[in-house]
């Protein structure tokens, strides 16, 4: 015997293979959901996600696509749609790039950047409102971006690509939010500080965050569990009266 499908639905999760995405994942499996686990290149990682999930007793599905692709993101939904019916996304891949000032960036970092990062979020959020939406015969849900708190400091001299790209997410959370409120969905982001991830490897520090602790009133970087905390809680009914809201993770910062 399998394990039987949850009642609260399907919380598709992009880029749950490791850091956030991966916490988010297993928090939105411990509230009841079962999990599409999005991941880009390591499926050994995002495997060992589902098998976590399943442990909790839910479902999950794994499922390779870049969401820089919409070919991909389009067979993301595609196969979420057999497995269940949609109740939250988590929009959480995201990528940065090696410290550079913007005059020495080039079009194609800037464009990766763009549309990792802004263009994947919009898709994956239209596809959700599609099958969401009361207007379009859903039952509504919840989907929460991945902001940072990068556009409130501009990121100078590191990525000011990355903050553009996440002041793009707070006025897509923001518009969205409005647009479909009065069809059941709830849109909102988190704006993580400086979290203990594999991310700032890619950006080629990969101990920032200890080097940046002492600027961070709290004294620390903050843990991928303490974000999908509120992920967590944003999707929840316990969440029911707030949208269009960006709520800030970070110690301070
Ligand atoms: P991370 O540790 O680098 O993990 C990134 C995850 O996204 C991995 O699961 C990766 O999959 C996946 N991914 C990367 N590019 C993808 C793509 N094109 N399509 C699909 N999946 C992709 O990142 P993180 O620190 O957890 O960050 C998660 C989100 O939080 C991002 O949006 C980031 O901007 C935001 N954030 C992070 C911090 C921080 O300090 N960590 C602060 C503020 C905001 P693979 O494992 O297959 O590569």
Redesign the pocket.
Known sequence: MGIPASDLGVAIV?????????ACALKLAEDGYDIVA??????A??EEVARAVEALGRRALVV?????SEA?ILALFAAADAFGRLAVLVN?????DVAQRVDEMSADRITRMMT??VV?SFLCAREAVKRMSTRHGGKGGAIIN?????PTLGAPGQYVD?AAS?GAIDALTLGLGREVAAEGIRVNAV??????????A?GGIPDR?SLLADTIPIKR??T?EE?AECVRWLASDKASYVLSTVLTVSGGR
């Open positions: 992009t880029g749950a293979s490791r850091g956030i995405g991966r999005n991941y880009a290149g390591n499926r990682a995002a390779q696509g870049d969401v820089g991909d959480n891949a995201g990528v940065i990792i990062n994947g991945l902001s940072s708190i990068a990355y996440k704006r993580p500080g400086l979290i203990e991830t594999d991310i700032h890619s965050v970087g903050g991928a974000v």
